[in-house]
């Protein structure tokens, strides 16, 4: 089933393909990718939201009978039941003829707490869904069970969409590194591709939290001139000069790679290989020389041999 939506999701969401290695020697390229942890975490936390959501409706389904049944119970009664006949109360119309400056007025405190009810148990939550449930028309119920049952649809829909875009994630970051730069793409909904040169990279660091370091996960940061005020959340670049190998397991590896490479490419000082004069340098640099065949290198080997025999035979003359 995953292939499936794997196939509808990239067709839907028109995810490209891999991306095109960047600037560099292409014996130099290396790709590397986030950690099998690094997908576990995230369908951990996919399935937690699951849970959650999944007890969100068993909590409402149940509340939602009990309320109907409740409120089906007290419309009979009150339509079996005859009104009682109207009486007189004496006292109270005595207390309406007295004028309002007599009484008190009630307090700001007494006015609030008969505004505001508060909710101190399970019986007062319901009988307050109860009564509200009392002022609707009759065919308020059927219309609410269509809107629920069409929740339980959706959220049955949703989850093998939600765990291919999840896994998606994971299967679609790309760390990819030259002799000359690295790129970065990540994302499924939102697909973000970075690419940096090694003619401005200042500063690679490696961080790992708590739940990293027990998972062996790690996040390598290249940082290049002006990115100070920027940061990443979640794997997601928020900063044009900071760039994130996020959820790896080799972070140590990929950091002493880059070093290695960016001191090679400042020792070679070529510049930036966008730039036009790193073109015009390299368009003066004379090509090497084509290979050598088999042949050519037989006959050489076989005049070395000859040299070396003729070099033996002059000393022994001697």
Not at 176 to 192: A, K, N
Request: proline share 8%; hydrophobic share 45%.
């Amino acid at each position: 089933m995953y292939p499936a939506c794997r196939a509808f999701v990239l067709h839907w969401l028109k995810v490209p393909p891999e991306p095109h290695p960047p600037a560099g020697a292409p014996a130099s390229l290396r790709v590397f990718r986030a950690g099998k942890n690094f997908l576990k975490l995230r369908l951990l936390a996919w399935a937690v939201a699951q849970l959650i959501a999944f007890g969100g409706i068993i909590f409402w389904t149940v509340i939602l009978v009990d309320v109907e049944h409740t409120v089906r119970e007290q419309r009979v009664a009150r339509a079996s039941t005859p009104p009682p006949p109207t009486r007189i109360n004496f006292r109270e119309a005595l207390e309406s003829a007295v004028p309002p400056s007599a009484t008190p007025p009630p307090t700001t405190k007494a006015k609030a707490s008969k505004s505001r009810p508060r909710i101190n148990d399970w019986a007062t939550f319901k009988g307050m869904l109860v009564n509200l449930a009392l002022q609707l028309p009759a065919w308020m119920f059927p219309l609410i069970w269509v809107v629920k049952v069409a929740g339980i649809l959706a959220y049955l829909a949703q989850i093998p969409l939600t765990y291919a875009i999840r896994r998606l994630d994971y299967e679609m970051r790309w760390y990819i590194v030259t002799d000359r730069s690295l790129r970065l793409r990540s994302g499924v909904w939102q697909v973000q591709e970075l690419t940096m040169s090694f003619a401005n990279l200042q500063q690679v660091t490696v961080s790992q939290g708590p739940l990293q370091r027990l998972l062996g996960l790690s996040d390598l940061r290249v940082q290049t001139a002006g990115g100070g005020g920027g940061d990443s959340h979640e794997g997601k670049q928020t900063s044009l000069h900071l760039a994130e190998f996020h959820g790896v397991e080799n972070a140590a590896e990929i950091r002493d790679l880059i070093l290695d490479r960016l001191r090679l490419f400042r020792a070679a000082g070529l510049g930036d290989p966008d730039d036009a004069a790193y073109h015009v340098t390299v368009a003066a640099v004379p090509p090497l020389p084509p290979p050598a065949s088999s042949a050519t290198l037989a006959a050489a080997h076989e005049l070395l041999v000859e040299a070396r025999a003729l070099r033996r035979a002059l000393s022994a003359s001697r």
